[in-house]
């Protein structure tokens, strides 16, 4: 359902609502996340290269810092002076650059710290654009929306951190936009002039520093907003009129290639001094602004590029205008503070998930196999063979335990069988050491318990012997240290060990056992280098909510678990954080609990369930901070194909689409490339034991 409020032929308030039975609006995909430490509007913000979102002024000298990974604004350092509708840019050097009235300020994000830079030009409701070669363009202002005052040009060199007048533009001008093309011109469009509203539009050039004409605007454009398109068109949408003050739903097509305006769709209602975000996909999604006769609106728009068409998205819980939105490393977008409602700046923010990931089916393992282990091999160059591979390695089906191994090749989509293990063996552990060898140590065997281990060589394809564990072991963990070495803890060989071990270039060594033992636990390496072991069996069946600290000589007692479990998996997070997600609680009951470990309290904290308890799931997670929870099993019989996305950002679980194929003892592993995705691989359902391959997408759509 749709919303908004307009001002009848007598000049009351009533409200439209319009059914959108279409697939094409969301439903609710609007959530709070952390609001902002000081309310403003028209302020400057920036995505910062650690994929944390910068804002700085905004009727305000206060700057803040928002963290994905915990959802929370942090205060900065303050600016020179309060200010609004001030330019501001990420520079090459990950500093941010902020302009207003005759002022400029240089954020260095690593010191947190404001450097003022002289010879600054008017950057209140000016323009600023940074060229292919890292130089920034700042054109244009004026202290009010309706009057410009300045015509003025100026570039700025990060290198050097001066400012050179360049050519002026052709009128005064404010409160409008400007676009980068792909051809390193920079195209000036709309705004406010001196006494009307200017029609032309220009183009600077960075390479020859001059400006030329093109073709005018069809409409006067205060106040509004343009995009590049993946088309190589410019969309320019809505905006002020002059005469009136009123918003319109104006829309016109700039094409690049020829220097021509031509009407676009009109927008399905007037808006103006909103904020739009060109999405992966190639959508724009168009968020709130001022709208016919209120201060702002709560409404989304989506504009398909392709089809030249608007539609509905889901509105925002909260109406603004004077805002800005920013595409987070999740893919999802942040809409911050702004002018409220009320008429006054708000401090809300939420983020917006526009899409959903789905899963693609690719090429079948040559051998169907549960409890076996996925690692992804380095890249290297052997000759008439393109090597993005991940190794299948062991595990078990109805014929036995394996010793078979497999190389799924990503980019080819393609299986090929590669060496075999010297030991058939499953519920073994996996690393790829430093050197790019792979490390498989211990596992379950026809005859028992296993304490060999092996190396895989990427360059020869095949497995050779390395040093003798001390103790046989299973459903242990093998976690790679800082050092390169690799620590091994607990497991079981018809008891439960609290032994651990350490290999070093082919040799184990002995080190300090845990005070319990423990089986089916999880190990987690901290930032700070310690190791966290937690839960687990104790004996058979029986979880245990104990953990455990390791720091690199000695065991000590950690905070203990709310809920004993096992089989459970544990993630650390990009915030120092541990989360540990579902597993086997008592009277073999599937958890949906979550908890989360701070190692600077050592407290763990309750973290929300999930939709669907789970035990021996997998969970990955991505580049972006999210972590996706794939598979596993909510009883003794049944297997799950549902899946489910967290957002540190929401502390919320998200479901998201479902494998295909329900599974449990499968492995999941996250492909690293430029469009990073996660492999779910193998595992068994009641069927037996599977040798399907699934890949999921995390929903943002790229563009090819």
Known sequence: MYKYKMLNSSGNLFVITILLLTQILQADNWQYTGGVISSRFGYGSALLTDGKVFVCGGNTDAAEIYDPAT????????????????????????????????????????????????????????????????????????QILYTATNRKAKTFNPLTEIWTATGDLSLERTAFTTILLSSDNVLVVGGAGSTTPPLSCQLYNFTSKTWSSTNSLPHEAIGATATLLPSGDVLQFGGLENSTRQPHNLCALYDTSTHIWSFAPNM????????????????????GGQPMALPCSDTCLLYNYIANSWSFASSMHTERSHHNIIILPTGKILAVSGLGASGGATDVCEIYNYAEGDWATKSSLLTERKAHTVTPLPIVHIPGVCSTNVLIAGGENSSGILSSCEVYNYSLNKIASTGSLIDARTHHTTNLLPNGIVLAAGGNSTSGALNSSELYDVNTLSWTS???MIDTRFNHTATLLKDGTVLVTGGENGSYLNSCEIYNAGVWTSTANMATARAKHSAVILLDGNILVIGGETSAGTPTNSCELWDGTSWSNAASLSTARSVHTAILLQSGKVLVIGGEGSGSTALASCEIYDPVTNIWSPEGNLNTARYCHNATLLYSGLVLVTGGKPDATNYLSSCEIWDPALSVWETTASIATGRAYHSSVLVPGEKPYILAI???????????????????????
């Open 71 to 142: 959802g929370k604004w942090t205060n900065t350092a303050i600016m020179s002076a309060s200010n609004m509708h001030l330019a501001t840019i990420l520079l090459p050097s990950g500093k941010v650059l902020a302009c207003y009235d005759d002022i400029s300020e240089i954020y260095n994000t690593q010191a947190g710290t404001w450097v003022s830079i002289n010879g600054a030009p008017r950057g209140t409701y000016s323009s600023i654009n940074l060229s292919y070669n890292g130089t920034v363009l700042v054109a244009g202002g004026g």
């Open 682 to 704: 193998g595992g068994e359902n009641s069927g037996g034991e599977l040798n399907s391959i699934e890949q999921y997408d995390v929903g943002l759509g790229y563009q090819n």
């Open 466 to 468: 390395t040093g003798t």
């Open 268 to 287: 399905p209602y007037a808006t103006a001094i909103g904020a739009a975000a060109l999405l992966p996909s190639g959508k724009l999604l168009v968020s």
